[in-house]
């Protein structure tokens, strides 16, 4: 028993370490520069070891709770190691850079990530031309499109439109002022994509099932109808810059206002179980199960922007503020859903207490990111 208790104390330690470094990231970004937190932080050798501690924590906690007798759950918690292994292998093996090609030149290299090299690429690419799609009536471009000969075909690289051969990605980044060149972005990953996207097929599968034992059908349809309506008012917003324009935007941001919206109905019920002891044990209740669907679209959109991410600029992740609270907003409400693990959220009164100031942490992703720490998803 004791030893069960350590691994779980030692799991549940290193995810709050987590949130912590998290969260200091952020702010040594916003203080310093990106380049700072990414030499400090997010790109230095012991950030990874801290996520590779954590993977086997995981790993030691499946083991030790015994999870294979709960299969959803099992399942659920493999997902995320096999997101991390396909991570590392994308941070061991995986190679990026640019290469700038004007029109009818032949090049067949990128210049390195970090402007060192130049990494040959096993076919020849020709610039053709490159073009502009504006929304009509307007001089807002809709689309930035290069066209390109490789093995004799003609092919098309734009915004969230890729270009894959032999294990290559090539994107569309940029493009010269006089349009008579472009800058693309090439990725090479042939491991790591394959990885991580059968982690978050399983993820998938064990949210779903999950969903299905905890809340049912009707539950399922009471999360799908809103999510619905947010996406369909999403995607006919108009007109949108050229990497607004893909269903991926209203998925990605339609099941996450959902989840916020799930999230502040937790919070707002909280507050009020803490404040009324008679309706405490009710909303214990029904928040111990709205938790479910909450964190999991949360998980959901989070892991849609990723695969978003990926196809328009060749990365799962950024470590943008915005990125790095929403999943600080997750590690925070996995805790409350381990309550068998737990003791602490098996109380009523200490649940409420903490989903009430858990709160803190959307109010942080959804404003303090846009009005005090800015990034790429800030839009004022």
Known sequence: MKTNKLARDLSFGILLLLIVVLATATVVEKLFDTEHAVEWIYGSWWFVVLWGIAGV???????????YRNLPAFLLHCSFLVILLGGLVTYLCAERGAMHIRQNQILNYFVS??????????????????????????DQP??????IKVDGKVHQISMNKIFKKSGYRIYQMNYDSDEMGATFLVSHDPWGVGITYAGYLLLGIAMLW??????????????????????????RINPMTPILRTPML???VSVIMVAYMLLLYIAVTSIIGLCAKKRRERFYQTNSTLL?????????GIFIGAVWA??????????????TWALITLL???????????????????????????FVAVLMTFFGVTYVLGGIHSYV
């Open 57 to 67: 924590m995981m790993l030691a906690f499946i083991v030790r709770a015994k999870l």
């Open 113 to 138: 990530e970090d402007g060192s090299r130049r990494v040959p690429v096993p076919f020849d690419i020709k610039m053709l031309y490159f073009d502009i799609e504006y929304h009509p009536g307007t």
């Open 142 to 147: 809709a689309d930035y499109r290069s066209f």
């Open 210 to 235: 999950i969903l299905f034992l905890r809340i049912g059908w009707k539950g399922m349809l009471f999360t799908a109808v809103p999510t619905a309506m947010v996406w369909l008012y999403i995607s």
């Open 250 to 252: 209203a998925a990605h």
């Open 292 to 300: 479910y669907p909450a964190v999991f679209l949360l998980t959901a």
């Open 310 to 323: 990926n196809i328009s600029w060749g990365r799962y992740w950024g470590w943008d503020a915005k990125e």
């Open 332 to 358: 925070i409400y996995s805790l409350p859903m381990h309550a068998k693990n737990i003791p602490l959220f098996s109380d009523p009164r200490k649940f409420h207490l903490y989903c009430s100031i858990a």
